[in-house]
């Protein structure tokens, strides 16, 4: 199989890591080969971060380059429309419509575009928007925010819930796991 | 479809520290430097290997020479700029040799996703006449970490691992294996391990001679692979840049593949260019293949069609060779650029809130505190290397005099003034400027991701430890006035800081506070504004904190990201917060 390229975006601290973790063990546990390529360091203080999740017969490269993405999974809106450049013609994004200002939009240096969501779908992208915040809110936490994503992420692939399942009990602590599937769930149904 | 049941997938820094305890190493002492931590972190967590965090680079490789003197294999690990403090051991162990093999990891960091600059660590390899290997993957980390050891030992050499940004932080499949001790007895040897000028003058010959016994081994070793393809193209590549050739020319082109960088092999890589019709290099950074490919009468293209400044991909790499890259979308918006800020809660903010204030030049440093440079607070103007604000600040005012010293600070982080602060303030104590020195304590190696230090108490595995006095450290060392504030206390940073600033002596200030990110830190409730008293002045935005912004022209706080440290509301002049 050709290669396929997932990118989790989002705010550093939103918990991406926890995300490509999991579709990291899901994959290899599918047989393919996989490539998880993160940011460490100065850029998780809050800045805009990137994570590459490849996965295929065999991956060579481990990033994503522009025009590539499968899909690109979003934490956060305007970090959604700053990878879009990413995304390949027949992508898919899966984004949680939460704003979260950056220091320029909080100093008054710049604005945080509206309409995001209008805006994305009518370059003609495929976009899937929710509210994942309320819906992890709803399962019990605000942290759950990247295991609805998943949850909403699953949709797109052809692989047995139970898979998904086994990923996150080998990923999450086990006294948060049924907190999580729920989220999980919340994301896929909603 | 692969058969991964044997399969683990794993970040190549734990992959190299998978290999540490697969070749039965023994002892590994480091100073964190992203993106290098992991490795010292990941090897922490086997308990048969002894692992610490030393106060800098250089007494960590120190150390690990120690180790491998008394005849177990041992380690250390550091970011480019780490190798540079860690020079003077690097260079004349290339002399002495090894007892027990010894492997020193150097990450680089093309990009410079998390570092100061991005020099190429190949030019240590060279100028120390060190060998390195350079991984591409986990994979090759694991495996090249144990082959290391073996070099090492049958060369009687350290051996230099090259890591960089996307092999260290990448995760792929790796197959682990069992552990295996070796053990050295360990044999006074003089005219080995003792390097005065007669001795080092005899070992000097012994390096060139190893040198050239290495480059014999570069020329058939399983580090060096050609994969022949299309003849057309002929690929000389290594580490990261390898995976962007093969991701973009498959098997269209021939490469070669050096996983050792340092000798280069001769006739392998004439046997190579008198195979294609072409031949190119594609390495990140400086040209150093490409020179020495040069320098073997080859006619090769590098640097001219790929550039020296910056990290590689493979669109890059495609365009660069004529290639069409993929089409996308995109936005007519203008997108609002998103830096790194300091956390909501960060000890750092009253401080540097208290400097931009006082009007105060700050010379800064390396940590999360470099941060204070960002608008809004704007206060650092000059930021080089670790512990180099305090040099700075003592010969800035040295020159500026009565001019500078009312107004000009050194802001050096805990962590960074045990690497290499200590010395700078020996210098402003014996030659005697009237230097301000602030250390921001925030009780942790912040920046890489929590380690602990000389200061916290605590060890690598998170165990007591022995605990440094920062106070009692300083007045030893002849200051007089060493004074401790709260930088959550934005009254008393004032008062203090005014008070050293205006006496004529040099004086430390502690701006003493933990990370807010610290599991043990209790945090108050987080703060509202009420919107009926704020008057929109703005005066709390000039922290920039990320937890506050204005909504409607009232000041809001985000209660997921506040943790109630309640800098904000002794700004605010109508007593919003609440």
Not at chain 1, 74 to 96: C, H, M, Y
Not at chain 2, 208 to 237: F, Q
Not at chain 2, 298 to 312: A, H, I, R, S, Y
Not at chain 2, 532 to 551: E, H
Request: aromatic content about 6%; glycine content about 8%; overall charge negative.
């Amino acid at each position: 199989m050709n290669t396929k390229n997932i990118m989790i975006v989002g705010v550093g601290g939103q918990g991406s890591l926890l995300a490509s973790k999991l579709l990291g063990h899901l994959l290899m546990s599918q047989g393919y080969d996989v490539k998880v390529s993160e940011v460490h360091g100065m850029s998780q203080r809050g800045g805009s971060v990137v994570t590459y999740v490849r996965y295929g017969d065999k991956v060579f490269s481990p990033v994503i380059d522009k025009g590539q993405a499968d899909y690109i999974v979003s934490f956060e809106l305007l970090e959604a429309a700053r990878w879009l450049p990413f995304l390949k013609k027949d992508g898919q994004i899966v984004t949680n419509t939460q704003q979260i200002d950056p220091m320029p939009v909080i100093t008054g240096a710049a604005e945080y575009p509206d309409n995001l969501v209008e805006k994305l779908k009518a370059t003609g992208a495929k976009v899937d928007a929710l509210d994942c915040l309320t819906l992890a809110e709803q399962a019990g936490s605000a942290k759950a925010v990247n295991i609805v994503l998943l949850g909403r992420l699953s949709h797109y692939f052809d692989l047995p819930e139970e898979a998904w399942m086994k990923s996150l009990e080998a990923n999450v602590p086990a006294k948060f796991l049924d907190m999580n599937k729920k989220a999980f769930e919340l994301g896929k149904n909603n | 479809m692969n058969d991964n049941k044997d399969k683990q997938i794993m970040l190549g820094n734990k992959a190299v520290a998978r290999g540490l305890y697969e070749a039965g190493v023994c002892f590994i002492s480091s100073y964190p430097g992203t993106p290098s931590t992991e490795v010292t972190e990941e090897a922490a967590k086997y308990d048969e290997i002894y692992c610490e965090w030393a106060p800098n680079e250089k007494v960590a490789m120190e150390s690990a020479f120690g180790a491998s003197l008394a005849g177990r294999r041992s380690f250390c690990a550091q970011k480019h700029v780490g190798l540079n403090v860690a020079a003077d051991p690097l260079y004349t162990m290339s002399y002495t040799g090894v007892n027990a093999g010894m492997v020193i990891v150097v990450a680089d960091d093309a990009g410079m996703h998390s570092s100061q600059n991005e020099q190429d660590s190949r030019h240590h390899a060279i100028a120390s006449k060190v060998p390195m290997i350079e991984p591409s993957d986990s994979e090759e980390a694991l495996e090249y970490t144990k082959l290391a050891y073996e070099i090492s030992e049958k060369f009687d050499t350290p051996v230099l691992l090259k890591m960089c940004t996307r092999v260290a932080h990448s995760q792929s499949l790796v197959t682990v294996g069992e552990r295996q001790v070796p053990d050295f007895p360990y044999e006074k040897d003089i005219a080995k391990y003792v390097m005065m000028p007669g001795n080092a003058k005899k070992r000097h010959p012994i390096v060139e001679e190893r040198t050239r016994k290495l480059i014999e081994y570069a020329e058939n070793c399983p580090l060096n692979r050609v994969e022949m393809g299309g003849t057309e193209i002929g690929i000389i590549t290594c580490s990261t840049s390898y995976q962007y050739v093969k991701e973009v020319f498959g098997d269209s082109v021939s490469v070669l593949k050096l996983g050792m960088t340092n000798p280069l092999p001769e006739k392998l890589i004439k046997d190579f260019a008198s195979k294609v019709d072409k031949l190119f290099v594609v390495e990140e950074l400086d040209p150093i293949i490409e020179n020495h490919v040069k320098a073997l009468g080859l006619t090769v293209t590098g640097k001219e069609l790929l550039p020296v400044c910056d990290e590689f991909s493979q669109n890059l790499i495609a365009k660069a060779f004529g290639k069409d890259t993929a089409d996308s979308f995109a936005l007519s918006d203008n997108i609002p650029m998103r830096p790194p800020v300091m956390c909501a809660g960060c000890p750092h903010r009253g401080l540097f809130y208290t400097l931009k204030k006082n009007n105060c030049t700050v010379l800064g440093d390396i940590g999360c505190y470099t941060l204070g440079a960002v608008p809004p607070l704007g206060a650092i103007e000059m930021t080089l290397c670790m512990g180099a604000s305090i040099g700075a600040l003592h010969g800035f005012n040295k020159v500026r005099g009565k001019e500078s010293e009312g107004k000009t600070v050194a802001v050096i982080g805990d962590s960074t003034f045990m690497h290499s602060g200590m010395t700078g303030l020996a210098n402003v104590a014996y030659n005697q400027s009237n230097s301000t020195i602030i250390i921001v304590d925030n009780s942790i190696t912040g920046m890489t991701g929590h380690q602990q230090n000389p200061t916290t108490g605590y060890n690598i595995k998170g165990d007591p430890a022995g605990k440094i006095d920062l106070e009692a450290l300083c007045k030893a060392m002849g200051f007089e006035r060493v004074r401790v504030v709260d930088p959550y206390n934005l009254k008393q940073c004032d008062e203090v800081l005014k008070e050293e600033l205006a006496v004529a002596a040099p004086s430390v200030i502690i701006s003493r506070r933990p990370c807010a990110l610290l599991k043990y830190v209790k945090h108050n409730p987080p703060l509202t504004v009420n919107h009926d008293k704020c008057v929109g002045c703005k005066s709390c935005m000039k922290i920039g904190c990320p937890a506050i912004s204005m909504k409607n022209g009232k000041a809001t706080i985000d209660n997921t990201l506040c943790v109630g440290c309640n800098v904000c509301s002794q700004l605010c002049p109508v007593g919003a917060f609440v």
